[in-house]
């Protein structure tokens, strides 16, 4: 499979570092990064966004390729998919979507052996190339006389780029017409010139979408309302606000979903008892209610590492840290629905920013593209629940991000469990002491949410790669030999080493 070169056929989300990371739409392509489609979503099964969802989704387009499941499929999983698949379930997010599983299929965590029994015969290999981008995944499949070659790179949050050929033949998508202005929402049209102007900039910023929300004299879950719309129609999706706040509160639903059922008893996971968020809601905490953040973050995340059906927000792997603060928030200051709904568009104006800025995945930026953005995006919304304004909001990101800045992605046994739930926890606890201390006034506004983000991806790339979400980086290779005291400080030491 050497010789893979394939014509693009569709982009899904923000590329990688290579690429031009800051274009919301590419060339051929009418989507543009979307709050609810990329951000705070896709909604999906666990445990990661990168490795679980975004081969899911591209196996379920190459099914529509082919006009129904593969006879035969040969994956190929280079680099971080090679050495982290099993434990992200890569290899069942694959089967389920080449048999166009839906996420709620009850099937969906033994997809393998359901293919096994429908005669489908799936064959994995794994390859290193660090000529590939980390996150490649190839699929030769085949259906009767039909044959079609896909290349998949997995973006972050779910998204993918694919290419594709099929008999020998490229696939290109027609370009789906925009719909823009097809909205009779008076707010929506008398908006509409400032929005454009937003989506013209090829990279979003914080302050960006300040001065533009100035002018339009909104508040920024309005700004982000309003935003997501624009986008939407031109995407050919949902056309009213009404609808776009309809699709954020079902995702909202979702995450409070996956923080109840991660608190209701134990999940299927591998690497930890399963159990965390069971334990942590008997448990009378010092923080009273708010106790309830963390608690929810644990029990979200577990849910997802036991392959629950979760929103990326803004990943697999970080995809506790906002359920958490919302369902604290909800329950010790009795929140409102709307209120919430609000909440999470302010988060995922947040995301919006940080994805046309870097690439949201652990393989990319370390662990802080993933649970640093997560912390951002819950405070965020943390602090507009407590009537923050765009600077305070600011601060409150900023406050949170800067603390995972330079963080490693190294889960342990491949397994996106420890130490990526417990920092879910602890994350969702810091987005809201930041978005209390941004109400009290603590900021230095240069170093913001935007001077924060950018930290945040120029030191992720910085890491060495058995830093980013590799299993050569796993906490458990870190342990010492049988014989050894793990102490450190004897010559030749293989802890110092």
Not at 357 to 376: F, K, L, R, T, W
Request: with cysteine.
């Amino acid at each position: 499979m050497k010789n893979r070169a394939l014509p693009v056929l569709s982009s899904k989300g923000a590329s990688d570092s290579d690429s031009d990371l800051s274009a919301p739409a590419k060339e051929g392509d009418s989507r543009y990064l979307s709050i609810i489609d990329n951000v705070t979503g896709p909604v999906g099964r666990g445990p990661s966004s990168s490795h679980t969802m975004a081969p899911y989704r591209a196996a379920i387009e190459a099914v529509g390729f082919l006009g129904g499941p593969p006879d035969f499929a040969r994956v190929l999983f280079l680099n971080s998919f090679a050495t982290t698949g099993k434990g992200h379930r890569s290899h069942i997010a694959v089967a389920a979507g080449l048999q166009g599983m839906d996420p709620e299929d009850p099937r969906f965590p033994v997809a393998l052996e359901v293919a096994r029994d429908a005669q489908i015969q799936i064959v994995f290999e794994d390859e290193i190339d660090d000529s590939e981008h980390p996150n490649t995944v190839y699929l030769d499949l085949r259906r009767g006389d039909k044959k079609l070659s896909i290349k998949v790179v997995s973006t972050g949050g779910g998204n993918y780029d694919i290419s594709a050929d099929c008999t020998g033949e490229p696939i290109r998508k027609k370009k789906a017409e925009a719909l823009a202005q097809s909205s009779a929402d008076t707010r929506l049209l008398k908006a509409l010139p400032v929005l454009e102007r937003a989506l013209k900039t090829p990279r979003h910023t914080w302050r960006g979408f300040a001065e533009l929300a100035a002018e339009l004299d909104v508040d920024c879950a309005e700004f982000a309302l309003l935003i997501e719309t624009h986008i939407q129609i031109n995407n050919g999706g949902l056309q009213t606000p009404a609808e776009v706040r309809d699709a954020v509160h079902s995702t909202l639903m979702v995450m409070l979903h996956a923080v109840e059922a991660g608190s209701q008893g134990k999940q299927n996971t591998q690497v930890t008892s399963g159990d965390w968020g069971q334990r942590l809601f008997q448990v009378e905490s010092g923080f009273g209610n708010l106790w309830q953040a963390f608690a929810g973050a644990i029990a979200a995340q577990e849910y997802n590492a036991g392959m629950g059906v979760v929103a990326a927000a803004p990943t697999g792997g970080a995809s506790g840290t906002l359920p958490g603060v919302l369902y604290g928030l909800m329950n010790s200051r009795r929140v409102s629905t709307e209120k919430l709904v609000d909440a999470l568009l302010v988060a995922g104006l947040i995301g919006l920013v940080g994805f046309s800025q870097g690439p949201v995945s652990g393989a990319q930026s370390g662990c802080g593209g993933e649970i640093g953005i997560a912390a951002m995006m819950a405070a965020g919304a943390a602090s507009h629940v407590l009537g923050g304004s765009w600077s305070e909001i600011d601060a409150a990101a900023a406050l949170s991000g800067q603390l995972f800045v330079g963080l490693e992605c190294s889960p342990a046994k491949g397994n996106v469990e420890y130490p990526c739930i417990p920092r879910n926890g602890f994350a969702a606890l810091v987005a809201i002491a930041a978005a209390e201390a941004a109400a009290a006034g603590i900021a230095i506004p240069e170093y913001g949410l935007d001077a924060t983000l950018d930290r945040i991806f120029s030191i992720g790339r910085l890491l060495p790669r058995t830093l980013r979400e590799t299993e050569d980086g796993h906490w458990a290779a870190s342990l010492a030999p049988t014989g050894c005291c793990g102490k450190g400080g004897c010559l030749d030491c293989p802890v110092a080493a």
